[in-house]
């Protein structure tokens, strides 16, 4: 066989092996971003479905009189807590362990705080006017649920993250590197919430005023004292 022939025979089969590779590569990228999505849509099940939960007891509190409205309500709840098991089943099958945890533990909270909430709320009188619509002694009953969700929602932002993104998000979040000019940390969730206006009394408000609010009110009173 002239040495042409065998050159060009053996640039078609690394043609075709490249080919073929290239075509592997393809389909383990694209599974690995479908398995990715697949399990962020798992996680926007969860997350919606326990926040759906905890508005529960603001809801049944607010109601509208009627059998309708509360007839109406208690499926809502009744297929809220199927989700909530659905999900539960589906963590854990997932195979992520920690966050499979994570979420029995903050469902196990929501239980016992949300379902308590919950059930009182249903043996609270309909609310007649528009001044009872704030629920701020409800919110700071379920603060310790509120803070557990949020760490749970953190738990997510990582989970389906990259190897290198997530590499990247743990090199920035350590002191040594965060310091460096160049590099940005990483934005983490706040340990407390933002309370909602309508969950606020006029108390909470005041002590809850920032500092540069109170320094200005204290400076102005000076000034009229002193004028």
Known sequence: MPTAAIAVHWYTIAAAAIALLGVLATLLVNGARAERQRRRDLHTRALAA?????????????????DENRARLSDDLSRIKAELDTCQVLLAADGDERL???????????????GKAAHDAWTTPVIQSDTHMNQAELYRKLAAFNSACDQFAHALRTATLPRRKRASRWLRSKPAVARLPWVHPPRYVPQHRTPAPQDLTTTHLLTTRPAVAIQRDSKATSNERSS
Do not use: H
Request: aromatic share 12%; net charge positive; proline share 6%.
């Open 50 to 66: 326990i926040i759906a939960y905890g508005e529960m007891p603001y809801r049944i509190t607010r109601r509208a009189p009627g």
């Open 100 to 114: 499979s945890n994570a979420f029995d533990d903050l469902y196990a909270l929501a239980r016992t705080t949300i």
